[in-house]
């Protein structure tokens, strides 16, 4: 009876282990430095792809083990791997600590997207990628 407990509690607390993993790929500070603009990109395992995603943290935030806050674009958009290396796509610009613009290649998945977050206000802009 025993070892059928352990057996199951084991299984139950290594099934809520989080499979997805963040790799931070740029960091962007508002020009006081108030807050960060985070992309990076998630990877949930083999079977999913690896997306791109933004999240805007506190300064000195560390970047959590969770979805953007702001923009998370579907598998592969955004972003092209050719092995380990990332061709960045995703253009930010700060204007201030409060208006944050995002230029993402035009038809992106765009799978999430917020307008504001905390007070920040975020413009998104499509370009067509041959305009770089």
Known sequence: MRSTFTALWLLGTTSCV????NEVVETVPSPTQKWSAVVFVRDCG??????????????????PNESGNVLVLGDGSG????????????????????????????HSDVRFFSKTHEGVRVEFEEYDKEDR
């Open 18 to 21: 989080n499979p997805c993993g």
């Open 79 to 106: 972003w092209v791997t050719t092995g380990a290396t990332l061709d960045k796509s995703i253009r930010v610009v700060w204007r201030s600590d409060a208006s944050l613009e995002l230029k993402v290649p035009m």
């Open 46 to 63: 083999a079977t999913t792809g690896f997306s791109t995603q933004l999240s805007i943290l506190r300064a000195r935030e560390n970047l």
